[in-house]
Each structure stands twice: as C-alpha cells, then as structure tokens.
C-alpha cells in the first residue's frame, strides 16, 4: 500500500497490510490531495479517488476490492506443413558418428507428417550425400573381389557394379521412400520406441519392413517398402547380365533389403542413439 501525490509515491509512506488484509498509514500528509494506491501480485491494483486530509484528521478507507489481474498470453501458431519442413531439417543433421547418414529415423513420437515434397527431399538428400557414393563404392570393390553379379573384372566391370548397385539403392530410395508414401500417404520413416521390454523394442525393429505409420498417425501395413523393393528388384532387369537376371533377381534384392531394413532397425533401437 503506498501513498500517491501528483502522481509520484511519496516517500516513507507505504506499508504491507497483515494476513488479514488490514493495514494503516500514519503520516500522511494533510492539506494536499494524495491518493491511496493497492497492489498485490495476481491482483489488478486499485487507486482511491484524490482524497485530502485535515491536519490530525483519522480517515478509514471503504472496503477494498481487487480484481484478478488479466492475463497476456502470446501464442505463436505455425502451420503443420512448416513444423514438418523443420522436423525435417533436424532429422538432415542426424548421423552416426557424426559421419554416417541416419536421416531416416524419428525421435518424436508425435512427429508431424511429412508432405509429398519432404518425402522427396529426403530420398534426394539420402541418395546423394557424398558418404553414399562412399558407400557404394566400397560394395562395389567387395562384389568385384566375389565377381558377382557376372559383369567383367577390371575397371570397366568395377564401374559397372558402382553403377548397378547405386542404381539399386536409388531406386529403391525414390520409389520406396517418396514415390509410394506420397500416393499412398505412408511415412517412410522408422519410428525409433525406445522403451518397452527389449523384446517389444526387437519386436518393433524387425516389423519395420512390413508395419508402418501412415501419414493419418496409425500403423499400418508397409506396402511403400515392399513395393520400392520389389521395384527396385524388377528395374534390375534392365541392366543387370543376362545371366543374374529373371525372377531370382527380383525377390533377392527384396529380401536382401527386407534385411538390411531389419539389421539397421535394431541397430537403431540398441545401438545408435
């Protein structure tokens, strides 16, 4: 409680009222308008009307009443398609040892779904990021020391099996994790759980060829993955040997990525993070 004259507070006269809310204010000063001004925290404070007081006169306030004080809350809203664009971009940063791509993996159970233009984005910036040429090339050297798949040995078949197996993985990253998850509303992602039973987390890992999130929030059969595997496995036909190609072709390279998938899921899930 303070005193207010022209509107400034008058020095040393103020007080705090008791836990009864009642209080007194000796000194004030008399022959001059001055007026009574009450605050508390959470409280709007209130102000008496200009009162002025006669030498020695004793004055005792009405009841005082206060309000609650407002409240200002500033909410910043963003729509859903920026919040992914942003999720999106953290998820770019993510690598294993701070080397290895790892852009394919969810931290946020609540992650907002990606728009068909993010789901391209992402299979663009995975199949060409540097260490995926690495990559490839160093499979390419172990399929040309196995002499599989029945391209010459050399440089030319060394460059023909980069070509191939890069060709594999493109595909299967355009058509598995942007193509089919744009037109069937699928994420491509792996959804990392994180806990659990290390028996429900094994479980989640090795169903993530087969169950995915679909871009509504619920799980749902994973037909983007196994589709882009099996595409993937048919366009191999088109320009792998004579010999390796036919139907073997096409399920093998599913399988192997069906694998692969479940290997990097659980590596996920125990490992990585």
């Not at 020695?56 to 919040?83: D, H």
């Not at 940063?93 to 984005?121: C, E, W």
């Not at 191999?236 to 036919?246: A, Q």
Request: charged residues 15%; proline residues 5%; hydrophobic residues 40%.
């Amino acid at each position: 409680i303070a005193v207010v004259r022209n509107g400034a507070t008058v020095d040393g006269v103020s007080t705090v009222s008791g836990g009864d809310g009642v209080f007194s204010l000796p000194g004030v000063p008399s022959a001059t308008a001055v007026m009574f001004n009450v605050s508390v925290n959470g409280f709007a404070s209130w102000t008496s009307e200009p009162v002025t007081l006669a030498p020695g006169q004793y004055m005792e306030l009405p009841e005082i009443k206060l309000a609650i004080a407002a409240i200002n809350t500033e909410v910043t809203a963003i729509f859903p398609e920026e919040l992914a664009k942003e999720q999106v971009k953290e998820e770019e940063k993510q690598r294993v040892l701070g080397v290895i791509p790892n852009f394919y993996v969810v931290y946020d159970h609540n992650a907002v779904p990606m728009t068909s233009a993010l789901k391209f984005r992402l299979a663009l910036k995975a199949s060409t990021d540097v260490v995926t040429f690495a990559g490839v090339g160093f499979i390419s050297g172990i399929y040309q020391a196995a002499d599989r798949p029945d391209f010459r040995q050399g440089a030319q078949g060394y460059g023909q099996r980069y070509g191939a197996i890069y060709a594999d993985g493109v595909s299967d990253i355009l058509i598995g994790g942007a193509v089919l998850p744009s037109l069937l509303h699928q994420d491509p992602r792996y959804f990392y759980q994180g806990t659990g039973t290390r028996k429900s987390r094994a479980l989640h890992a090795l169903s993530s060829p087969f169950i995915c999130k679909g871009d509504n929030g619920k799980w749902q059969f994973n037909y983007s993955s196994i589709g882009g595997d099996l595409a993937s496995g048919a366009l191999s036909n088109l320009y792998y040997p004579e010999s390796n190609r036919g139907a073997n072709l096409v399920v093998n390279t599913a399988l192997t990525a069906a694998g692969g998938r479940m290997i990097n899921a659980l590596a996920q899930e125990f490992i990585l993070k």
